[in-house]
């Protein structure tokens, strides 16, 4: 039977539920959401490692990585990325590859990547080496007499701060990995397992919807046969579920543990998202005993003076900050702490639960409550598509655009490109 589950933001509160859904497209074309990497360094001009900035349209990064290493004859993961996009969009965005002729890289010719720069560096690239964003957004199909409405949700969400929620990106297209992370927490390898192969929902379509039916039927051997290609762990899970005759213990024990992290991860994220939508409405206050932010050097302090921190508040120079959890995590005082501590109760999970997942190492952390888009501009316009809202602005690194749109449009924007759509548009055998 195919259930219908909501999706992790769907019932999370917004900051403007005074200002109504505006309607908008997005992504109507690749070049309707631009995204530009801020690098943490450029590259000095010496060293072993080859930087190259390449412009990709309809691409996700590692799908581009693939086919550059595919052309170069050189292994995927000698390659190295600051940050991951989706296909969704045009992203322009710094690689690095170690002993490589520059030359080679320049003159590389494959469909939707243009190389735009060549230079080099002492190290080679990773994740995280980025200081945030930059995106150009054009929002299509936007009532013109709602621009006012659109400019005072922009001013609101400048001056206060846009909720930090984690996207929907975080949660995967079914936004249950969540759900799967909460159960690996608990120990519980039959919720785990279910919940990876079968469970099949009104997200899931074709062969992934039959192969999660054939596992819901006890029948491994087929549901191996039917996932395909790039459902690679879901493909070897089945196999052990075969193997083992359908014992779930024994076959949890052969999952990654880099992909149990990822999916405790997922419910780190999910339980900030539950702790920030009962403070939707004070992520512009601080209380006694918070853990603060500093936005202009990342650092994190907890408050003790009210009449002090306030202020500085109201400002946006710090913001509270929610829990990240895990064993090494710093606790807020007072009601901070009694509203982070409902939230476990209610989830019926604690902090000790995080403690026993010590391969993992789940430490936690503090996130801010809010974010603020800098340098952000409204402009409109028409094209070959007709009429055009403009967003123009950045974001430091680990915020998410869809969050301001959120915010902006509620419930009420469609996307014209899906995932699948811009995968297809690939050439190679990678697909899927």
């Known amino acids: ?85 989706d296909a969704r969009g045009v992203t322009v965005q710094t690689l690095s590859l170690e002993h490589c002729d520059p030359e080679r890289i320049r003159k590389l010719d ?14 080679k690239l990773k994740i995280g080496h980025l200081r945030g964003n930059r995106f150009v957004l054009r929002l299509r199909d936007v009532d013109a007499d709602r621009l006012d ?65 054939l596992y819901e039927a006890g029948k491994y051997e087929e549901a191996v046969k039917t996932w395909p290609y790039g459902f690679r762990d879901n493909r070897k899970l089945a196999k052990q579920m075969e193997k083992y005759g359908g014992k779930h213990n024994k076959a949890f024990r052969t999952i990654d543990n880099r992909m149990l992290k990822f999916f405790v991860n997922a419910y780190q994220s999910h339980l900030f998202n539950l702790v920030l939508a009962r403070r939707i409405n004070e992520i512009d206050q601080v209380r006694l005993g918070d853990l603060a932010y500093k936005h202009d050097s990342g650092s994190v302090f907890r408050v003790e003076n009210l009449d002090a921190e306030a202020p500085r508040a109201a400002a946006g120079e710090i913001s509270p900050t929610g829990p990240l959890y895990g064993g090494r995590m710093t606790r807020t005082d007072g009601v901070p702490c009694e509203i982070e501590d409902d939230v476990l109760h209610d989830e019926l999970v604690n902090t000790e639960d995080f403690n026993k997942l010590r ?74």
């Open 359 to 432: 391969r993992m190492k789940i430490h936690g952390s503090r996130r801010p409550l809010r974010f603020f888009p800098r340098d952000l501009e409204i402009d409109n316009g028409t094209d070959e598509d007709g009429f055009y809202v403009e967003l123009r602005f950045a974001l430091a690194s680990g915020c998410y655009a869809t969050m301001l749109l959120r915010e902006i449009c509620k419930s009420e924007l469609a996307e014209g490109l899906d995932e699948d759509e811009a995968d297809s548009a690939t050439s190679g055998d990678d697909q899927g």
């Open 149 to 213: 409405d659109l400019r005072s949700a922009c001013e609101t969400l400048a001056k206060r701060g846009v909720p930090n929620y984690f996207g929907q990106q975080r949660f995967g297209h079914r936004g249950d990995t969540w759900r799967i992370g909460r159960a690996v927490l608990k120990g519980d390898a039959k919720e785990v397992i279910d919940l990876m192969l079968g469970r099949p929902t009104a997200f899931d379509t074709g062969p992934v919807l039959q192969a999660r039916k």
């Open 110 to 123: 494959i469909p939707r990547i243009k190389v735009l720069d060549v230079s080099r560096h002492g190290n």
């Open 1 to 85: 039977m195919t259930t219908t589950t909501s999706q992790p933001l769907d019932q999370l509160p917004f900051l403007t539920p005074d200002i109504a859904p505006i309607r908008a497209a997005i992504k109507r074309r690749y070049e309707d959401f631009r995204v530009e990497e801020i690098p943490a360094y450029e590259p000095c001009g010496e060293g072993t490692h080859v930087y190259f900035r390449i412009e990709k349209a309809g691409l996700a990064t590692m799908r581009a990585v693939h086919d550059i290493a595919r052309a170069l004859g050189v292994p995927a993961r000698d390659i190295g990325v600051a940050g991951l996009k």
